[in-house]
Each structure stands twice: as structure tokens, then as C-alpha cells.
């Protein structure tokens, strides 16, 4: 099993800047997460990708609306079965406003997802 814990939310006005993240943690499991990754979903919407890194080269991918404002990045605790997800979001907008939920895929034996519980975003305009 994999816990996720997402942190970070909060009330902003436009253009101005929030750092969301994720930890995960549980069990060894956290040794076999593929990817992780960023989702939100606003009421009346469907859920969508934000942006997503892959554990084996931090190879990223990042939907078309926050390419450029927003940067994921993960750093792995030593020794421990720890890791940490980071949406850094500049130049927020008011479309920006979501619940965010951090995902992960993990492989052991078959392929598994966790997800986080999300945090609220709002972007006042």
C-alpha cells in the first residue's frame, strides 16, 4: 500500500504563486512507484492530467494549459520509503481553480494507482 498526503493548498489572486505537495509513504511499495503525478478537477468537469514525472528519468509531461507556468519535480527520502512530489504553479489564473489530487502507479507484480485525498486551489481573480 501507498499513503498520499497532498498539502500546499490555499486562496490566491491571480498571477500570484503556490507550491503543492505530496508525500508518499506506507511500505516498500513507495520503491516501486513508475510515476506520479498531478490531476485536478473543478466542479462539473472531468478530472485531468496537470503534469506527470516518471520515477526512472524524471521525464516529464505536462497538459497544454499550465505548460510553462507550472514545474513538477520529486526527491526521494534516503533510506526510507519516502518520497516527495512537488507541483511549483506560477502565474496562477482563475481557470486554475481545482481540487488537486497527486496520483501514483506502482508496479509490483500488476500495476497498481494510489491517490491522494486533494487539496483545494483557488485563484481569486
Known amino acids: 500500500q501507498v499513503q498520499l498526503v497532498e498539502s500546499g493548498g490555499g486562496l490566491v489572486q491571480s498571477g500570484q504563486s503556490l507550491r503543492l505537495s505530496c508525500v508518499a509513504s506506507g511500505s516498500i511499495f513507495v520503491y516501486s512507484i513508475t510515476s506520479m503525478g498531478w490531476y485536478r478537477q473543478s466542479p462539473g468537469k472531468e478530472r485531468e492530467l496537470v503534469a506527470q514525472?516518471?520515477?526512472?528519468?524524471?521525464?516529464?509531461?505536462?497538459?497544454?494549459s499550465v505548460r510553462g507556468r507550472f514545474t513538477i519535480s520529486r526527491e526521494d527520502a534516503e533510506n526510507t520509503p519516502k518520497s516527495t512530489l512537488y507541483l511549483q504553479m506560477n502565474n496562477l489564473k482563475p481557470e486554475d481553480t481545482a481540487v488537486y489530487y497527486c496520483?501514483?502507479?506502482?508496479?509490483?507484480?500488476?500495476?497498481?494507482?494510489?491517490w491522494g485525498q486533494g487539496t483545494q486551489v483557488t485563484v481569486s481573480s
Open positions: 496520483k501514483s502507479d506502482v508496479r509490483v507484480g500488476r500495476s497498481r494507482e494510489y
Open positions: 514525472i516518471t520515477t526512472s528519468d524524471n521525464r516529464t509531461n505536462y497538459a497544454a
